[in-house]
């Protein structure tokens, strides 16, 4: 037996909402969740390069924390209206020490593989004697040590209220597609978390 135009017509419109629905869902879900940001500067170097686009996972913590290593968006604490890129060095409750040349988390000398000191430059002009993150508080240091003057250094710890999304990949130039390494062996011998 077959359809009457009008049968067609209305399983033809039905489709047509389907789709359109299915598509405004995926749309919504991916707006929600995925944002891209592109690289402004040299302070993640050599991992990322200025003007390369990173597409940023925010549900990535919806459930469970940063991790130490992760690089993430944050918003600026002294600039509300700036987003930053950096790398999350210690978690709540590490003990954090940084001196001219190493940074220490939990008694842990971090032997960072990610990291970019000119020759002969020490690595941190900013001394941190000792200090512990307390719940919610994140400490974000660049790669390219030298370049950054927006970092926990100078700020301090970075609330989790602050912390936008974790940098999954880099999606262009699409030659240079890749994913964003967190370097996790650096920090697997620190104890806590």
Do not use: C
Request: glycine content about 6%; proline content about 6%.
């Amino acid at each position: 037996m077959s359809r009457t135009a009008a049968e067609q017509r209305a399983h033809l419109m039905r489709e047509i909402v389907e789709t359109l629905l299915f598509v405004g869902l995926v749309f919504v879900i991916v707006h929600f969740t995925v944002q891209s940001n592109q690289v402004q500067d040299a302070t993640m170097s050599p991992a990322l390069q200025q003007s390369e686009l990173i597409a940023v996972n925010k549900a990535a913590y919806v459930i469970g924390g940063p991790s130490r290593g992760d690089v993430v968006v944050f918003i600026d604490p002294q600039d509300l209206k700036t987003e930053r890129l950096e790398r999350i060095i210690a978690i709540p409750g590490d003990t954090l020490t940084i001196t001219a040349s190493q940074v220490i988390v939990d008694g842990v000398t971090l032997k960072e593989p990610y990291i970019s000191v000119p020759q002969g430059v020490e690595e941190n002009p900013t001394i941190i004697p000792t200090l512990t993150l307390r719940s919610n508080q994140y400490w974000v240091m660049p790669d390219a040590r030298t370049q950054s003057g927006h970092d926990s250094r100078n700020f301090g710890p970075v609330s989790r209220g602050n912390i936008v999304g974790k940098a999954a990949v880099v999606f262009w130039p699409l030659k240079d597609f890749r994913g964003i390494p967190n370097y996790s062996d650096v920090f697997s011998a620190v104890k806590g978390k």
